[in-house]
């Protein structure tokens, strides 16, 4: 099985979806108005509504806690989606209703309009991952979390348990899994570039995001959970069963979210940095990464810096993958860096998304092909965690996160995994 032979297209075998999370990334409206970053009309809400064009998709819900911001998401995704692709179909149910000022379980309300076998996406704060995943799990509904999947090591492993017991897929939306540039360096780690020695990458996004991060950060996750998620499972991906994580010692900066305008709680990080120890499993030798993350960037011409550098004992690998050598200027927006391989936004010739290229989309595609083919068994669990990121297959990368959180908790103190009898990190010794 090959993520290539996941598609389908028969439309007798549409999922329904239920969209878990109204923000940024799935409508693409913050605070009351479009978003300025550059996902102004989301990523989630957009996709879907397409793959339903495209007869892979039946009914789609969002479902918030502020069901007052309905009309006005309403008329956002009318105006810069509808109105832009060719008359696009952004109709959907909503949860809770417009009259409901808060509900904060409403989810549980839209996910008990699906059958088992249909599918959700979960877009919301990290903290409330693990709940909403347990309780679509527990309804066979297959499930696209995004990253991290939870905070916990030991909840992501209950969650693997859970999932295997009713044949459900839950997939991370590790969405750089799906670059092509990406793919070409995980595939040199595996197989060019010898031993892992040495790995470093970093990752911002503009002091203007807190904006949008202002009422969870400090309080219930932080940035390293938010943006190193993504190279960290990018490095775990390219050492699967190659090398693994031993140690992290985490240490960060403060002084901007704590400051003037965002007045995030004491303490909020704004920079973070984990160095982790690796041991590669067949020859012993050790090797070093350092995953750096920060929301403290001035506006640039991109919104995310990212990047990353890998050295091998015969070999080494340079990404930037926020410069790709195409730029674009214009009298309204100026000089950007832009990357149509994440999301391609402009119509094509007939007037309807064309974007289907853009691992941003097709990230979520491949969730619905793998699900639906799940459905019709015509692929397992276990064939599905060799080539998706699912629970099983990212392990790593929520034991890394969980540990340097645990680290910067206890002053920079070294915190070690502990393994079970197969290799897999159980837990910290």
Known sequence: VTRATLSTMAAAKTVNAVLCGTGEYTTGFVNGAQSKSDKKVGVMGLTFFELRRLGKIGTIALAGTNGTKFPSIREHLSKNISDVYAGLDVSCETYPKDDVARQVDAYKTALNSLKPGDVTTIFTPDDTHFEICKYAIERGIHVLVTKPPVKLLADHLELIKLAEKHNVLVMVEYHKRFDPIYIDARNRMQTKLGDFQFFQSFMSQPKFQLDTFKYWAGKSSDISYYLNSHHIDVHCWGMQDKAKPMRVTASAATGIATDEPYNCPPGTEDTITLLTDWVNTASGNTGTALYTASWGAP???????????????????????????????????????????????????????????????????????????????????????????????????????????????????????????????????
């Open 299 to 429: 506006k640039a011409d991109v919104h995310s810096q990212q990047r990353f550098h890998y050295l091998g004992t015969k070999g080494e690998i340079t990404e930037d993958q926020a410069h790709r050598g195409y730029q674009v200027c214009t009298d309204d927006e100026g000089l950007a860096s832009v990357n149509p391989l994440y999301m391609s936004y402009l119509p094509g010739p007939g007037g309807h998304f064309n974007g289907h290229h853009g691992y941003g989309f097709k990230t979520p595609e491949t969730f619905v092909d793998a699900c639906v083919r799940l459905n019709a068994k015509e692929v397992t669990l276990a064939e599905l965690d060799g080539i998706l990121p699912t629970l099983k297959a990212t392990i790593p990368t929520t034991a890394i996160l969980e540990a340097g959180r645990r680290s910067l908790d206890q002053k920079g103190a070294a915190v070690t995994f502990s393994f079970a009898a197969d290799g897999s990190i159980n837990g910290f010794a």
